[in-house]
């Protein structure tokens, strides 16, 4: 946290291996200047994911975290069942990965990218199929 401070402090969470259809508790805490461990609040979340009609058209969204390391995940919305390449490529262009290749459903689909032998860098994601082409940027630090 921010320590002892006078100005009011937000802090966010993003849980990124969550589950469909399970329940997950979240607990706030706070440590003292003494190591004492105090909870401020408790949350209760069911998650179910977007509904799939709700996706209207080919997209990359992006990725989470970013900048990452040694792994990311990609999120790419697809408006209707169709046959796709997700690529990844180094800032120069060579090809680095296949991440994604062959017939995905309509709707939405995480795909993770593992990275941990590359350099640190810029890579660039490209989502081709009958849609066009979709470039997005992601930022490896080790």
Excluded: C, W
């Excluded at 860098?121 to 199929?129: I, K, N, Q, T």
């Amino acid at each position: 946290g921010q320590g002892t401070v006078s100005t009011q402090t937000n802090y966010s969470f993003e849980d990124v291996t969550v589950v469909s259809g399970a329940t997950y508790a979240y607990r706030l805490l706070a440590e003292d200047t003494n190591g004492e461990l105090n909870e401020l609040s408790l949350t209760t979340v069911n998650y179910s994911p977007p509904n799939s009609d709700v996706v209207t058209e080919y997209r990359l969204v992006g990725n989470y975290p970013n900048p990452f390391n040694p792994s990311t995940r990609l999120l790419i919305e697809l408006a209707e069942t169709s046959t796709i390449s997700l690529d990844v490529f180094d800032v120069s262009g060579r090809f680095v990965q296949t991440l994604a290749s062959g017939s995905y459903d309509a709707g939405s689909h995480r795909v993770e990218f593992q990275a941990a032998g590359l350099p640190s860098g810029v890579y660039l994601a490209r989502l081709s199929g009958v849609f066009g082409t979709r470039v997005m940027k992601m930022m490896l630090l080790k």
